[in-house]
């Protein structure tokens, strides 16, 4: 459970510079990848290296990644400083060799089995010096990157999985037609080709973050035609999902600018760098309810449950600034990721449980009446939790917040729980809740905002609200 609103991972922002086209162009990659039949096709099984001039030593810059990987989950202060091993990967990364050489070390060093490492990534990018548009080629270039990579050969899922982090990273901070130099005729067929061909399940995520941000296949394939390549004739997806039977959703008019959310209101996906949030439509003021959780994505996001005195009405400054649920008085988070639960913005250990993994449900149930809120994983309860009722009891909204690349599916009711409570009795938000049909849909983005733009406010509103 978790309060409305976002934890960062606890460096500081700073503004960002563009890197000149001053960066040396006589680089050369030394062993990049070549198609079958050439050099570089006896060593296959051994992954290339980009090409830079060695400023820096690749084994520190190596170090410095994975100390920074080791880092983020004690991350624990949004006012902390950046460790050093954060600020000397951006001093390396100031110019354009030192850069390479930064991009290179985290698509070969980040272990798949670190559900933090898309996030080190993002960290890492979130600071350092922007790419030009030809450097963003020339690294394209410089891993080779092309259908035949993709189809060919000895494959090292670790790196092809990294490589395709770093694009859409890539892809996301640059603006406007720069971040169209990532999609490159080569690029675009290497990424394809791993979803059409190779079909490898822990990179095909990935491309998707790059050509457009989205799912696990069903969740993105709807959310992309419906709000980046409409198809002539296509009936939207909310205009053809089954909602009758769904009372309680994710508040779309309530939500961070960036979080993405399914058509029948009950999933969110967060491809953007910076922390999303998103709360409940039903509200409750007394008694005791459960709402359930299926990760489908094992970043670091909170399940949380916030007092309406917090509510997202502004979470974007709170998300870019690092603050959100579990960080005031009138919230509470479990973060099963980093093992933390958040109140007040002070973390507790968790030691009940193991971190959470894909497939895992997690349980929010909040007792009014017992002034105590109980998270649970798959079932297996963690400690009651009652700071929370010592500012607040009632105005409670289920809610989540989610770090770069996280997504999950509620159940509010709608669905039998899979690990329901049984010590006491429990109301479930979908029995009590009640939404107009307008209300339930979940329409594009795009769409809400031409809304907004069409819609007129009196001259006389202010004055009539007086």
């Known amino acids: 459970m978790s309060s409305d609103g976002s934890r960062s991972i606890g460096h500081k922002n700073v503004s960002l510079t563009v890197m000149g086209t001053c960066w040396c162009k006589d680089m050369a990659p030394e062993d990049a990848f070549e198609p079958p039949g050439t050099l570089a096709s006896s060593t296959s099984a051994m992954e290339p290296r980009v090409g830079v001039p060695k400023v820096v030593d690749p084994v520190i810059v190596d170090q410095l990644v994975l100390e920074l990987l080791t880092l983020i989950a004690s991350f624990v202060d949004n006012d902390e400083e950046s460790p050093v091993s954060l600020v000397k990967l951006h001093v390396i990364a100031d110019k354009e060799e030192g850069w390479f050489q930064v991009v290179s070390s985290m698509v070969h060093v980040i272990p798949m089995e670190d559900p933090l490492g898309p996030s080190a990534i993002t960290i890492v990018f979130d600071d350092c010096p922007l790419p030009s548009k030809d450097s963003v080629i020339k690294l394209t270039q410089l891993f ?31 603006a406007g037609p720069n971040s169209v130099a990532v999609l490159t005729e080569d690029t675009l067929e290497y990424m394809l080709s791993f979803l059409i061909v190779r079909r490898e399940p822990c990179i095909n995520d990935w491309p998707s973050v790059t050509i457009t ?13 419906d709000n980046l390549f409409i198809v002539e004739g ?7 999902v089954d909602m009758s039977p769904i009372n309680a959703i994710l508040n779309s008019q309530d939500v961070s600018e960036y979080l993405k959310i399914s058509c029948d209101g009950l999933e969110a996906r967060c491809d953007s760098y910076s922390f999303e949030s998103v709360r409940c439509t039903f509200q409750v003021n007394s008694g005791s309810w459960y709402y359930e959780c299926l990760i489908v994505d094992a970043r670091s996001d909170a399940n949380r449950m ?3 005195k917090q509510p997202l009405l502004e979470p974007c400054q709170s998300s870019l600034e690092g603050y959100g649920i579990g ?8 973060d099963g990721c980093r093992k933390l639960i958040w109140h007040e913005a002070k973390p507790s250990p968790v030691t009940e449980v193991p971190g959470w993994k894909p497939g895992d449900i997690v349980g929010c149930l909040i007792d009014m009446d017992m002034r105590e809120a109980i998270f649970s994983l798959n079932g297996e309860r963690l400690k009651p939790c009652t700071e929370l009722f010592e500012t607040t009891r009632q105005g409670f909204f289920a809610a989540a917040s989610f770090m770069a690349f996280q997504q999950c599916r509620f159940n509010f009711g709608h669905e039998p729980f899979r690990y329901p409570p ?21 329409v594009p983005r795009r769409i809400y905002l031409e809304q907004l733009r069409c819609s007129s406010v009196r001259e006389d509103s202010l004055h009539s609200m007086l």
């Not at 296509?234 to 053809?240: D, G, Q």
Request: glycine share 8%; charged share 30%.
């Open 144 to 174: 080779g990157l092309c259908g035949q990579r993709a189809t060919t050969g000895d494959m090292n899922v670790r790196v092809e999985r990294n490589i395709c982090v770093v694009l859409g990273c890539i892809a996301d901070k640059l």
């Open 213 to 225: 941000p989205g799912d696990k296949w069903v969740f993105c394939a709807k959310w992309t035609l």
């Open 234 to 240: 296509r009936p939207l997806s909310y205009e053809v």
């Open 306 to 308: 916030g007092d309406q």
């Open 327 to 334: 960080d005031d008085l009138y919230s509470l988070s479990y």
């Open 422 to 442: 049984t010590d006491r009795a429990f109301d479930c938000f979908n029995d009590h809740g009640y939404l107009t049909d307008e209300e339930k849909k979940v």
